[in-house]
């Protein structure tokens, strides 16, 4: 069986009977469930937190795997109806990020690209290349979190190279400007 209608449009009973029936229906997703219960405009915020903890109940694990796979939305959901101050968000950041490089090295995964670190989302609402999917050290990536392990670009290492390059661009230029 199939729900047949996004998360975003259920009432707070109606989210309880699909966390309940989860196993019966085919396109039950639980990141879509966890990103619903912040779109949801029907329920308050007392409700969205119920439906949050009564979600916990089945899915405690997918939800804590959303550090990981969607760092955002987990925040949304685990600070829901919080008021947060930089500080904190800062905290809570480098909490989500040694969380992270734990998981990755638990598991053994030398990469990360899944979740939203697979897609370009640069911020803008009208960028034509939103959802792209892309490879992590592609120039269009817009990956915010970055661990010690990660491999850095050319000029990290090497600064005489990054000034080298740039000496090489400007002679490039004034010979294309001599020449015309």
């Known amino acids: 069986m199939k729900i047949g ?7 707070l009973q109606q989210y309880f009977y699909y966390i309940d029936n989860h196993k019966k229906y085919t396109d039950f997703n639980t990141l879509g469930l966890y990103r619903s219960i912040v779109e949801n405009e029907k329920l308050s915020p007392a409700d969205k937190i119920a439906v949050r903890e009564y979600a ?12 990981l796979k969607d760092p955002r939305t987990f925040i949304e959901v685990e600070f829901l109806g919080q008021e ?3 500080g904190d968000n800062d905290r809570i950041w480098e909490d989500i ?3 992270q490089q734990r998981i990755l ?4 995964i030398k990469h990360r690209n ?5 897609k370009h989302l640069c911020g803008y609402d009208n960028c034509h290349l939103n959802g ?3 490879r992590r050290d592609s120039p269009i990536a817009q990956c915010h979190m970055h661990f010690e392990s990660d491999q850095r670009g050319p000029y990290h290492y090497n ?11 400007r002679q490039i230029i004034r010979k294309e400007l001599e020449n015309e």
């Open 5 to 11: 209608q996004p998360f975003k449009t259920l009432s």
């Open 114 to 118: 899944f979740g939203v670190y697979s």
């Open 132 to 134: 792209l999917m892309i």
């Open 97 to 99: 990020k040694k969380y």
């Open 105 to 108: 090295t638990n598991k053994r």
């Open 159 to 169: 600064p005489e190279a990054y000034k080298a390059d740039r000496k090489r661009e």
């Open 84 to 86: 947060l101050t930089k």
């Open 56 to 67: 916990h109940r089945f899915f405690k694990k997918s939800f804590d795997f959303l550090q």
